[in-house]
Each structure stands twice: as structure tokens, then as C-alpha cells.
């Protein structure tokens, strides 16, 4: 086993496990920050988000197909960014609108926290409802521009390794705009006044209502920001893969298992949370067939050595989560619940 | 409501509305002891009732031939020695203090259980879905009257729910929401993707049914003779007689669950259940072992929607794994438990023919209603078009209004519970 060995098999690993998971992370990341943030806030959880994004996703997708009808378009980078805020600001007039009609009502009642989770249903059905009456229940795609950064076959080249490493424009947006986002968030949530009154309501709402920090503006950031970062996670999510009213309902469950892994209501582990999930998902559905190849050339394995079929991803994300409930229920970085 | 269809479209969708509603009721029955009398978060229900589904595969079907022996009692061993790692796994986790070594002498135990478990599976597997594909390519069932299934699929259900429920339970309400759900993506995984179990996406088709076939009906002399008596057209009287003879076997289970249900909600164990759901401290502090009596209830509940479930795909004749939507199977079950009166089993059960109802009606009244708002714009017209192809989505639109408005303006429901 040569040098070359080892690094065909890191080039591999890196193809298929390292930027998937990275990047599939950190839309996990990004949804779970909103949960997070409606947890630690708001204080419930909110089965409506999945659809939020979809939301979001699909208002960012027909602005996106209507710039490219109009020969708008941004080179190599795909024409969603273009078509972003607008979905941004759809988002977050709907999420305002519904916190004004429906959740506002249960707040100033004080009821309990698992009937507004009853609530979320029910805008969940509306929401579902709302994005498949507009686009329909099927696939679509809205990404172009440059399809790679940078191809297998200019990496074989320019490396003069056996194996090639794609790496996606979607990949890179991905990462990219998660690290922008993250920071933009604790930036605001650290440094802003209006984000350490929101630190603030969610640490101790009494006491924060005793320092004359205004209830309303903060669950309206709260909403803005929830709309903000659910739009973002679905609209990457869409460009990476595609758009799928169902794949977001679906996505609910990573999500609120990376949430709780983390600690509901702590925005760091929301993050770790999500790669914990990616990373877990990847490597265990991935055939190490390839890998093993290269480093253990004497073994020859029958099959393409893979522990779980990709079949049962959702049932990783939901083992990590069962085992978080069992050892560890208040998540990694020891978030409000118990 | 359900006469009002039978005379304005015909009698035979009445009672495919009234059959269902029947089974619906009975899951919201089921959903309303977990919600309503012990404010159980289940949003897994999608789970319970497909697993009531593959009782019925699992019972009611004839045997693959060949299956047993080509690779089916391999599939055992291999399913016993998955249950003999993670026992052990148990073991040493109770057993050896915590540390380090544990937690890796854990991960090693689960790793070449995995790798072993593949090793045994994965060739039977193979062998028995290779058996004439088009048709069989699964284990098939014991054979038994399709009624047998109905509590088996309860049974099933019973302890897919003891599991979630053991760890679930005793931690915050959400936490039992969120597992309920993932458990039900599980299990519908599984239907999908194990094709020896049930065919998988290929479907089991033609289970058999406790009723007569309409074609056997339709040669009956006495039946005909019935038929002609009462004027109609022997087609048409035999699809009728099938379906009411589900209806009455469907209505004598409801019935037995809800006076069952009644008596419970009654009882001193009805009692105890609604003080903890009120005031879970106190009850604690009256010597009440809260977890135990949640986990009793959850049980019980997800039996009765494992019932429902077996009743469904026998009224189906078939197991199409891949119609289980959660939106369907799990959220309209909670419209139905919310618009009918959290706690009050006749108001669940009311709750489960309105909503039922009304789900598969709001279709055909959408397409009217949009039929009628575009009818000044032009036949070929893109929008008009896009609207229609659109209405079946006004479903969901509409039972989300629906939960939305009763929770704020009716909170209590049609019938209120105590």
C-alpha cells in the first residue's frame, strides 16, 4: 500500500462521504436552527417547518424560473441567489401573518405548549396544502449555471490520481452560504440589542418582561429570522437535490433529531446536531467497498460492505435520536428540555 | 349526511363512504384514549394501522410453496440472532460500570452483530424473492381466516408501541411526538423496501376476504332471485351486499370498541387516568406510577388503530405500502379526534365519520366551487387549467382550516369530554 493508495482512498472518501455529508449537513444545520429557535422562544415545536421551507423553497423556485424566462441570469452561479430575498421576504410575510392570525392568540392565553404543537399541524396541512396547490406535488428542478467547481475528470488531470473528486457548484453554495448565515445569526444574536433581549425572553421570560424587553418585537425578529433560515435551508436543499413537497415533510425528522441531539433551544448544538446527523447517515448507508480497496488490498469482500441500504436513512437519524433520549435527553450542549 | 350521497350520487359510494368512516372512527377512537383521556402525543398513528396492515399479509395469505424452505427459516434465524446482539448489547450496558470500555465492548458487540446478521440474511433473503417474482418472491402468510388478523394486527401494533413508548415516555410530550413519528417512517420503510416480508412497493394483491365475492353472488341462483325481487340490477345488488356486509361486521367492531372504551373512560381507571392527564404531580404524589399507566394507555390506544388498520386492508383486498401518506393516515386522524371532542369517545367517533366525510367530498365540492369562480375565463385558459389540476390540493388546504378553527373558536370539540 503506496501513497497513491491512501490518497485515491482519501480522494474517494471525500467524494462520496466528506462533501455530501458537509453539505447535506449543513442544511440540516440551518433547519434546525430554526426549530431551535421557535423551541427556545416560542416554546414549542413546530411541526410546521418542513413545509415552511417548502414554502420558501418554492417562491425562490418560480422567481427563479421567471428570471431565467426574462434571460436574467448570473453566469456561472446558479439564479436562485438572485431569486432568494424575494423568497426571504415571502417567508417572512407569511410566517408574520400566521403568527398574527393563529399563534398570537394561544401566547397571549399562555395555553400549553403541546396545543400549539397541535396548532403547527394545522398550519402544516394549510402550508402543505398552499405549496402543492401552487406547484403540484411533483419533482422539479430550478438549478443552473456552472454544474461544478471543479469536475472528476479536471481533478484526475490536474492531480494524475486514479480516482476523481466533483465538487458541486450546488456543494460549494451550500457551505458557503451556511458559514455566512451561521455567523450573520450569532453575530445578531451576541452583538445586536435586539438579539440579546431575545437571549434574554428565552433564558427567563418573566425577568425579561420585568426589564421592559418588548414581548412582540421579539417573537417578530423571532419569526423574521425563523422564515430567513428556513428559506436558505430549503432553497439549498432544493438546488442540491431537488424540490419535492414531500421530501421537505420528510426532512422533519433529521431535523428535529439534529434539534434535540443538540439540545432544543441551543443554537450551537442545532449546528453540531446537524452534521452529527449528516455525517451518521452518510457513513453508515455508504458501500466502503471502494475505500477498502485502496487501503486493505489483500481483502477482498463479497459485498460492497455497506451496513445499512440507503433505504433506512431516516431510520439512523432516528436511532441517533432514541439514543440521545435515552443517555443524554437534554442533547450534547445542554439545551432547555429535559 | 351519508343518505344525502347515497341519493344525490349512488348508494355503492355511500357506503364505501360509510365503510371507511366506520374504520376511521374506530382510529380515532383509538387516538382519542391516548389523546383524550391521557394527553398522549401520538403523531405516529401511519405506523400502527400499516402494521395492522401486514397482519393481515402476514395471516390471511397462502404460503409461498417453496419459501420455507428455500430461505424462510433462515430469515428466523437471522431475525432471532438480531434480537440475541441487541440483548446482549442490554446485557453489557446493565451490566458492566460505566466507562469507556463499555461503550466500545458496545459499538464492537453492534458492529459484528451487523456484519454476522447481513451475513445470514442477506443470501435467504435472495433465494426467497427470486421464487416466482411476479407473483409470490415473499414468505406469504399462515393461511388463516382474514378475521384472525384484525386483533393480530392489534397485537403488532400493541408492541411496536410498547417499544417506542418504554423510551419515549417519562420525558417531555414532544419527545413522544417526535418518536411516534419517526417510528412510523420506519415502519412504513420497511414495508416498502422488504420485499420478502410483503412484496414491497410490488404490493400484495387479492387477500382474502370474510365476506362473499361479488362474482359468486352473481351466480347464485337465490341471490339472483332476491335481486330480481327487489328490482335490481344483480350487478349493482351484489357490490351492494358486500359492502354492508363489511359495514356490519365493521360496525360490530366499532361497537364493541366503544363500549369498551365507554366502560373504560368510566371506570376508576378512567378516573385515575384523566387526574393524571390533569395534574400529573398530584397524581404522582397520591402513589400513582404515572409512566407505567401512560405506557398502559399508549399500548392500548395504538392496538385499537393496529385494528383499524388490519380492517382497512382487508376492506382493500390489498397492501400498497406506498399509499401510506402521514397526512392521511396519522394528521386526518387528529382532525377527526380535535373537531370531535378531545375525551369523549362518541364525539371521536362522530369526529371520524364528519371528517371522512368530508375528506372525500371536498374534492368533488372544490372542483364545483373553482369551476364556477373561473367560469368567465376561457375553457383552454392556462390559469383555469393549473386551478383545476390544483383542486384535489384544497383538501389539505381545507382540513388544515378546519383544525385551525376549531382548536380557536370551539376548543372543546362537537361533544365536549370531562
Given at each position: 500500500m503506496g501513497e497513491i493508495d491512501i490518497a485515491n482512498a482519501f480522494v474517494v472518501l471525500a467524494n462520496f462521504v466528506l462533501i455530501p455529508s458537509i453539505s447535506y449537513g449543513s442544511q440540516l444545520a440551518l433547519g434546525a436552527l430554526g426549530i431551535t429557535l421557535v423551541y427556545g422562544i416560542l416554546r414549542f415545536s413546530n411541526f410546521a417547518h418542513g413545509d415552511t421551507?417548502?414554502?420558501?423553497?418554492?417562491?425562490?423556485?418560480?422567481?427563479?424560473?421567471?428570471?431565467?424566462?426574462?434571460?436574467?441570469?448570473?453566469?456561472?452561479?446558479?439564479?436562485?441567489?438572485?431569486?432568494?430575498?424575494?423568497?426571504?421576504?415571502?417567508?417572512?410575510?407569511?410566517?408574520?401573518?400566521?403568527?398574527r392570525s393563529v399563534y398570537r392568540f394561544y401566547r397571549t392565553r399562555r395555553a400549553k405548549p403541546v396545543i400549539l404543537v397541535i396548532v403547527s399541524m394545522g398550519v402544516m396541512f394549510v402550508m402543505n396544502g398552499l405549496v402543492r396547490f401552487v406547484v403540484g406535488p411533483g419533482d422539479q428542478r430550478f438549478a443552473d449555471g456552472e454544474r461544478f467547481v471543479i469536475s472528476a475528470r479536471e481533478f484526475r488531470d490536474?492531480?494524475?490520481?486514479?480516482?476523481?473528486?466533483?465538487?458541486?457548484?450546488?456543494?460549494?453554495?451550500?457551505?458557503?452560504?451556511?458559514?455566512?448565515?451561521?455567523?450573520?445569526?450569532?453575530?445578531?444574536?451576541?452583538?445586536?440589542?435586539?438579539?440579546?433581549?431575545?437571549?434574554?425572553?428565552?433564558?427567563?421570560?418573566?425577568?425579561?418582561?420585568?426589564?421592559?424587553?418588548?414581548?412582540?418585537?421579539?417573537?417578530?425578529?423571532?419569526?423574521?429570522?425563523?422564515?430567513?433560515?428556513?428559506?436558505?435551508?430549503?432553497?439549498?436543499?432544493?438546488?442540491?437535490?431537488?424540490?419535492?413537497?414531500?421530501?421537505?415533510?420528510?426532512?422533519?425528522?433529521?431535523?428535529?433529531?439534529?434539534?434535540?441531539?443538540?439540545?432544543?433551544?441551543?443554537?450551537?448544538?442545532?449546528?453540531?446536531?446537524?452534521?452529527?446527523?449528516?455525517?451518521?447517515e452518510v457513513t453508515i448507508t455508504y458501500a466502503w467497498k471502494k475505500v477498502l480497496g485502496y487501503l486493505v488490498p489483500w481483502w477482498e469482500p463479497t459485498g460492497i460492505v455497506q451496513f445499512i441500504s440507503t433505504d433506512y436513512k431516516f431510520a439512523i437519524s432516528f436511532s441517533i435520536l432514541l439514543i440521545a433520549l435515552l443517555f443524554r435527553p437534554t442533547g450534547l450542549f445542554r439545551g432547555k428540555a429535559y | 349526511m351519508i343518505v344525502t350521497t347515497g341519493v344525490i350520487q349512488s348508494w355503492n359510494s355511500a357506503l364505501l363512504i360509510l365503510n371507511m368512516g366506520l374504520v376511521s372512527a374506530i382510529m380515532s377512537l383509538g387516538l382519542n384514549l391516548q389523546w383524550g383521556l391521557a394527553g398522549l402525543f401520538n403523531v405516529g398513528v401511519m405506523g400502527f394501522v400499516a402494521l395492522g396492515g401486514l397482519a393481515t399479509v402476514l395471516i390471511a395469505m397462502p404460503a409461498t410453496p417453496t419459501a420455507w424452505g428455500a430461505g424462510g427459516a433462515r430469515i428466523v434465524i437471522a431475525l432471532l440472532f438480531a434480537s440475541v446482539v441487541i440483548a446482549a448489547v442490554i446485557g453489557v450496558y446493565k451490566r458492566m460500570p460505566n466507562s469507556t470500555t463499555r461503550f466500545v465492548v458496545m459499538l464492537a458487540l453492534l458492529l459484528i452483530g451487523v456484519i454476522i446478521y447481513r451475513a445470514i440474511l442477506d443470501p435467504a433473503v435472495a433465494t426467497v424473492e427470486a421464487i416466482n417474482p411476479a407473483l409470490a418472491g415473499y414468505i406469504g402468510g399462515l393461511n388463516l381466516p382474514v378475521l384472525v388478523a384484525w386483533p393480530v394486527g392489534g397485537v403488532l401494533a400493541a408492541c411496536a408501541a410498547w417499544l417506542i413508548g418504554k423510551t419515549a415516555l417519562g420525558l417531555r410530550s414532544d419527545y413522544l411526538a417526535i418518536g411516534t413519528l419517526g417510528i412510523a417512517e420506519i415502519i412504513i420503510a420497511v414495508l416498502k423496501h422488504e420485499d420478502w416480508l410483503a412484496r414491497g412497493v410490488k404490493n400484495v394483491i387479492g387477500i382474502p376476504r370474510p365476506v362473499p365475492y361479488e362474482i359468486d353472488l352473481q351466480q347464485d341462483a337465490n341471490f339472483l332471485a332476491r335481486a330480481t325481487d327487489l328490482g335490481i340490477d344483480p350487478t349493482i345488488a351484489s357490490s351492494l351486499f358486500v359492502k354492508l356486509n363489511y359495514a356490519i361486521l365493521f360496525a360490530v367492531v366499532l361497537l364493541t370498541l366503544f363500549i369498551m372504551a365507554q366502560l373504560a373512560l368510566n371506570s376508576p381507571w378512567g378516573r385515575m387516568m384523566r387526574a393524571i392527564r390533569d395534574n400529573e404531580v398530584t397524581a404522582a404524589a397520591m402513589g400513582k406510577d404515572v409512566t407505567a399507566r401512560h405506557l398502559q394507555v399508549f399500548v392500548l390506544g395504538s392496538a385499537i388503530c393496529g385494528i383499524a388498520g388490519a380492517m382497512m386492508t382487508t376492506l382493500d383486498g390489498q397492501l400498497t405500502p406506498a399509499s401510506y401518506q402521514p397526512l392521511r393516515f396519522t394528521f386526518l386522524v387528529w382532525v377527526m379526534v380535535i373537531l370531535g371532542g378531545s375525551g369523549n369517545n362518541l364525539g371521536a367517533v362522530l369526529g371520524g365519520f364528519f371528517i371522512w366525510f368530508f375528506w372525500v367530498q371536498v374534492e368533488p365540492i372544490g372542483l364545483l366551487l373553482i369551476e364556477f369562480a373561473t367560469i368567465g375565463l376561457a375553457d383552454e385558459s392556462w390559469f383555469k387549467q393549473h386551478l383545476l389540476a390544483s383542486a384535489a390540493y384544497m383538501r389539505l388546504f381545507t382540513m388544515g382550516l378546519i383544525l385551525l378553527l376549531v382548536l380557536r373558536f370551539w376548543p372543546r370539540g362537537l361533544i365536549p369530554g370531562r
Amino acid at each position: 500500500m503506496g501513497e497513491i493508495d491512501i490518497a485515491n482512498a482519501f480522494v474517494v472518501l471525500a467524494n462520496f462521504v466528506l462533501i455530501p455529508s458537509i453539505s447535506y449537513g449543513s442544511q440540516l444545520a440551518l433547519g434546525a436552527l430554526g426549530i431551535t429557535l421557535v423551541y427556545g422562544i416560542l416554546r414549542f415545536s413546530n411541526f410546521a417547518h418542513g413545509d415552511t421551507m417548502a414554502f420558501g423553497a418554492m417562491i425562490t423556485m418560480l422567481c427563479t424560473w421567471w428570471l431565467q424566462h426574462q434571460g436574467i441570469h448570473l453566469g456561472p452561479l446558479p439564479t436562485a441567489l438572485i431569486a432568494l430575498p424575494i423568497g426571504i421576504i415571502a417567508c417572512v410575510a407569511l410566517l408574520l401573518a400566521i403568527d398574527r392570525s393563529v399563534y398570537r392568540f394561544y401566547r397571549t392565553r399562555r395555553a400549553k405548549p403541546v396545543i400549539l404543537v397541535i396548532v403547527s399541524m394545522g398550519v402544516m396541512f394549510v402550508m402543505n396544502g398552499l405549496v402543492r396547490f401552487v406547484v403540484g406535488p411533483g419533482d422539479q428542478r430550478f438549478a443552473d449555471g456552472e454544474r461544478f467547481v471543479i469536475s472528476a475528470r479536471e481533478f484526475r488531470d490536474l492531480t494524475g490520481l486514479q480516482e476523481g473528486l466533483a465538487f458541486r457548484t450546488s456543494q460549494g453554495i451550500t457551505i458557503l452560504t451556511a458559514i455566512i448565515v451561521v455567523i450573520a445569526l450569532f453575530w445578531f444574536l451576541n452583538k445586536t440589542k435586539t438579539g440579546k433581549s431575545m437571549r434574554a425572553y428565552s433564558d427567563n421570560e418573566d425577568l425579561a418582561l420585568l426589564s421592559g424587553i418588548n414581548p412582540n418585537r421579539v417573537v417578530t425578529y423571532t419569526w423574521i429570522l425563523v422564515a430567513i433560515l428556513a428559506t436558505v435551508a430549503g432553497a439549498l436543499y432544493g438546488l442540491d437535490k431537488s424540490f419535492k413537497p414531500f421530501t421537505y415533510f420528510q426532512l422533519l425528522l433529521p431535523i428535529f433529531a439534529a434539534a434535540v441531539v443538540g439540545g432544543l433551544g441551543n443554537p450551537l448544538g442545532a449546528i453540531a446536531g446537524g452534521y452529527l446527523i449528516a455525517f451518521s447517515e452518510v457513513t453508515i448507508t455508504y458501500a466502503w467497498k471502494k475505500v477498502l480497496g485502496y487501503l486493505v488490498p489483500w481483502w477482498e469482500p463479497t459485498g460492497i460492505v455497506q451496513f445499512i441500504s440507503t433505504d433506512y436513512k431516516f431510520a439512523i437519524s432516528f436511532s441517533i435520536l432514541l439514543i440521545a433520549l435515552l443517555f443524554r435527553p437534554t442533547g450534547l450542549f445542554r439545551g432547555k428540555a429535559y | 349526511m351519508i343518505v344525502t350521497t347515497g341519493v344525490i350520487q349512488s348508494w355503492n359510494s355511500a357506503l364505501l363512504i360509510l365503510n371507511m368512516g366506520l374504520v376511521s372512527a374506530i382510529m380515532s377512537l383509538g387516538l382519542n384514549l391516548q389523546w383524550g383521556l391521557a394527553g398522549l402525543f401520538n403523531v405516529g398513528v401511519m405506523g400502527f394501522v400499516a402494521l395492522g396492515g401486514l397482519a393481515t399479509v402476514l395471516i390471511a395469505m397462502p404460503a409461498t410453496p417453496t419459501a420455507w424452505g428455500a430461505g424462510g427459516a433462515r430469515i428466523v434465524i437471522a431475525l432471532l440472532f438480531a434480537s440475541v446482539v441487541i440483548a446482549a448489547v442490554i446485557g453489557v450496558y446493565k451490566r458492566m460500570p460505566n466507562s469507556t470500555t463499555r461503550f466500545v465492548v458496545m459499538l464492537a458487540l453492534l458492529l459484528i452483530g451487523v456484519i454476522i446478521y447481513r451475513a445470514i440474511l442477506d443470501p435467504a433473503v435472495a433465494t426467497v424473492e427470486a421464487i416466482n417474482p411476479a407473483l409470490a418472491g415473499y414468505i406469504g402468510g399462515l393461511n388463516l381466516p382474514v378475521l384472525v388478523a384484525w386483533p393480530v394486527g392489534g397485537v403488532l401494533a400493541a408492541c411496536a408501541a410498547w417499544l417506542i413508548g418504554k423510551t419515549a415516555l417519562g420525558l417531555r410530550s414532544d419527545y413522544l411526538a417526535i418518536g411516534t413519528l419517526g417510528i412510523a417512517e420506519i415502519i412504513i420503510a420497511v414495508l416498502k423496501h422488504e420485499d420478502w416480508l410483503a412484496r414491497g412497493v410490488k404490493n400484495v394483491i387479492g387477500i382474502p376476504r370474510p365476506v362473499p365475492y361479488e362474482i359468486d353472488l352473481q351466480q347464485d341462483a337465490n341471490f339472483l332471485a332476491r335481486a330480481t325481487d327487489l328490482g335490481i340490477d344483480p350487478t349493482i345488488a351484489s357490490s351492494l351486499f358486500v359492502k354492508l356486509n363489511y359495514a356490519i361486521l365493521f360496525a360490530v367492531v366499532l361497537l364493541t370498541l366503544f363500549i369498551m372504551a365507554q366502560l373504560a373512560l368510566n371506570s376508576p381507571w378512567g378516573r385515575m387516568m384523566r387526574a393524571i392527564r390533569d395534574n400529573e404531580v398530584t397524581a404522582a404524589a397520591m402513589g400513582k406510577d404515572v409512566t407505567a399507566r401512560h405506557l398502559q394507555v399508549f399500548v392500548l390506544g395504538s392496538a385499537i388503530c393496529g385494528i383499524a388498520g388490519a380492517m382497512m386492508t382487508t376492506l382493500d383486498g390489498q397492501l400498497t405500502p406506498a399509499s401510506y401518506q402521514p397526512l392521511r393516515f396519522t394528521f386526518l386522524v387528529w382532525v377527526m379526534v380535535i373537531l370531535g371532542g378531545s375525551g369523549n369517545n362518541l364525539g371521536a367517533v362522530l369526529g371520524g365519520f364528519f371528517i371522512w366525510f368530508f375528506w372525500v367530498q371536498v374534492e368533488p365540492i372544490g372542483l364545483l366551487l373553482i369551476e364556477f369562480a373561473t367560469i368567465g375565463l376561457a375553457d383552454e385558459s392556462w390559469f383555469k387549467q393549473h386551478l383545476l389540476a390544483s383542486a384535489a390540493y384544497m383538501r389539505l388546504f381545507t382540513m388544515g382550516l378546519i383544525l385551525l378553527l376549531v382548536l380557536r373558536f370551539w376548543p372543546r370539540g362537537l361533544i365536549p369530554g370531562r
